[in-house]
């Protein structure tokens, strides 16, 4: 009996850190957004972007930007800590090539979890409506997705890890992430008409 | 007499089931997906003569993207190139299912960075990484309605870095550099 408790002690912390790892692995993995159900869309829209830079490919290469040059240190400041970057758009030529069960999809993992709409940006005259979510993991944030919604366009970006508006906005342009001009989230939701 | 039955099973096992080596599990790859290409499409792939000439001009390629400043950076080390010519690639309203043939043939080591594409016109660029000891490999497909070309370099880390600022920019200029003969 003694030993069977010796040997409980011994592996006690050793369960105990891999049930943490999980749970940080499972942290981790609900940042990261299922957007595959929308690849079918690349048969009718004109012009499709698929981005997936995961954690292992930015940090390899985040370590290879050139010091010397004060652009890489920043961009390396920025995605320091970043674990993925995933964009799908899709343009097409007519309205209606979409439907809302795609929008659906991408909402449905949204809703009843940890993510909060910290902007939402409609335009009835253009039919455009912008909706920035971000993650919270504890007292950090830890994934941040947009959702953009045209009638002739859907995009749909994922960050996977620390990230804030202010950061997502210095890295529009690069790494294949489109250009929002998003205004600062306010406090409370409030759409612009 | 066991040693003999052994170097045959293992090099039978080699023919059956292909190289362990990692330079032939890419190549490997490289033919795939150009199997892939030419099962989905029908067409035909065309070699190029002038793979030394690519290694070079893959070396320029780099220095360019650097800003004709980092030469020594842009050690390509090799270069593959595949060309299709005067083909029709017509993907009949399906070219997200070529898409996905393609992710499922390099699942396995690859990484796929960027994928972009234009149904209507039968364009399709698709640019996949994966580590090669200190460096790493990049493998460029690029469709259009009537050629296509495949393109595998292996480039500095550095190099890497700069792709992913910019991914569609380093797949345009790889492909070009490597296909263009401009003697």
Redesign the interface.
């Known amino acids: 009996m003694k030993t069977l408790f010796q040997t409980i002690l011994k592996v006690a912390p050793l369960v105990l850190l891999l049930v943490a790892g999980a749970a940080l692995t499972a942290r981790a993995q609900s940042a990261r957004l299922q957007m595959d159900q929308l690849?079918?869309?690349?048969?009718?829209?004109?012009?499709?972007?698929?981005?997936?830079?995961?954690e292992?490919?930015?940090q390899?290469?985040?370590?290879?930007?050139?010091s010397s040059d004060p652009g890489?240190e920043e961009?390396k400041a920025l995605i320091k800590g970043v674990k993925g970057i995933y964009v799908k758009s899709f343009t097409f030529?007519k309205e209606g090539e979409y439907s809302q069960v795609e929008v659906e999809s991408i909402l449905s993992q949204l809703r009843g979890s940890a993510w909060n709409k910290v902007i939402g940006v409609t335009s009835k005259k253009e039919s455009e409506n912008v909706e920035v979510y971000l993650l919270n993991a504890g007292d950090q944030i830890g994934g941040l997705v947009v959702l953009s919604v045209e009638p002739k366009e859907l995009t749909v970006v994922n960050i996977v890890g620390p990230i804030n508006l202010e950061k997502l906005a210095q890295l529009e342009g690069?790494?294949?992430l489109p250009y929002f001009n998003l205004p600062p989230a306010k406090p409370k939701t409030k759409q612009n008409q | 007499m066991k040693r003999r039955l052994a170097i045959t099973a293992l090099a039978g096992a080699i023919l059956v089931l292909g190289s362990p080596f990692p330079r032939a599990r890419a190549n490997d790859d490289f033919s795939a997906v150009v199997r892939a290409i030419e099962q989905f499409y029908h067409v035909k792939h065309q070699n190029l003569p002038l793979l030394a000439r690519a290694a070079i001009t893959t070396t320029r390629t780099a220095a360019k993207i650097r800003g004709g400043e980092a030469k020594r950076i842009a050690q390509a080390g090799s270069a593959r190139v595949v060309f299709f010519e005067d083909q029709e690639f017509d993907s009949r309203?399906?070219?997200?299912t070529f898409?996905?043939s393609l992710e499922n043939t390099l699942r396995d080591a690859w990484?796929?960075?960027?994928?972009?594409?234009?149904?209507?016109e039968e364009e399709q660029t698709y640019i996949y990484?994966r580590?090669a000891g200190q460096r790493f490999n990049v493998l460029v497909v690029t469709i259009e309605r009537h050629e296509a070309t495949v393109v595998q370099v292996t480039v500095?880390?550095?190099v890497?870095?700069t792709?992913?600022?910019?991914?569609?920019e380093m797949g345009r200029a790889i492909t070009s550099d490597a296909t263009i003969n401009d003697n």
């Open positions: 690849d079918p869309l690349a048969n009718k829209a004109t012009e499709t972007v698929d981005v997936k830079l995961d292992r490919m930015m390899t290469t985040a370590r290879f930007f050139a890489d961009i030529e690069q790494f294949g | 309203g399906r070219i997200a898409k996905a990484s796929p960075l960027v994928e972009t594409l234009a149904a209507k990484v580590e500095a880390p550095e890497l870095a792709l992913l600022k910019d991914p569609n």
